[in-house]
């Protein structure tokens, strides 16, 4: 079955610093990839999204390219602010399933001051 | 526009009783997903309802059950809760057949003692 496996957190920056977030994907055929994040005490908000190899997705910053050759659809950012402290999923959605999303376990991100 | 609503927001329920969550789509929205996260874990599908049926089910028990109302908004009903059942559910809407397009509720946080 499809399956999502990134990085475990928590990942502790500076501001300013340069974020990845490591992200692979098992899935049949051709899914589309998404990045959401979740502030404390919130829903899920979609970050960015890819459907198709070698799209890359980006938003508030953040870039993630889909990679079909490494099954891998990474996060990053260049330049972290305190505000972007959150918890990451990546998630995928696969052909003949429907609106079913399957998440990652999430990265928590802290950004010091 | 108001996004997706769930109601209540906070629940705390003893073992063996039954519980009901809600969930009002984005106006125009006729697909209504719904999630399970556990703590620390990512979100798990649970059930995916649009017009009034069901169309897509995780690998959830029996006790958990769900229906889709004219207006498009659902209930979640799980029966003989078990502490495991403690989890944030979570409500998505979406377009029918734009599953890359879905929008996250702030979610119900259930308490089972």
């Known amino acids: 079955g499809d ?21 692979t994907y098992t899935a049949t055929g051709y899914p589309s990839l998404f990045w959401y994040v979740q502030y404390p005490g919130e829903g899920l908000q979609l970050l960015l999204k890819a459907t198709k190899a070698d799209d890359k997705g980006s938003n508030k910053g953040f870039e993630a390219t889909y990679r079909k050759e490494t099954t891998s659809f990474h996060l990053e950012k260049g330049s972290v602010q305190v505000s972007d402290s959150a918890v990451y999923f990546c998630a995928l959605t696969s052909q003949g399933a429907g ?10 991100v802290l950004v010091k001051p | 526009d108001a996004g997706v609503t769930q109601s209540p927001t906070h629940l705390i329920k003893t073992r063996g009783q039954h519980v009901t969550l809600r969930c009002s789509p984005i106006s125009g929205h006729k697909s209504v997903s ?3 996260q556990v703590l620390g874990q990512g979100p798990q599908f ?8 069901e169309r897509g089910r ?4 029996d006790r958990f059950s769900a229906r889709q109302f ?5 209930e979640l ?17 979406s377009l029918v057949g734009r599953a890359n397009e879905q929008f996250f509720g702030p979610g119900t946080r259930l308490t089972v003692l």
Do not use: H
């Open chain 1, 3 to 23: 399956s999502v496996t990134q990085m475990e957190g928590p990942v502790t920056l500076s501001e300013e610093a340069f974020l990845t977030i490591n992200c």
């Open chain 1, 99 to 108: 609106n079913k999303l399957t998440f990652g376990g999430g990265t928590r």
């Open chain 2, 34 to 36: 719904w999630y399970q």
């Open chain 2, 46 to 53: 649970i059930f995916q309802y649009y017009e009034k049926e």
């Open chain 2, 58 to 61: 995780g690998n959830f028990p």
């Open chain 2, 70 to 74: 004219p207006n498009y908004s659902s």
């Open chain 2, 77 to 93: 009903n799980v029966n003989a809760l078990l502490l495991g059942d403690s989890a944030l559910y979570l409500c998505a809407s």
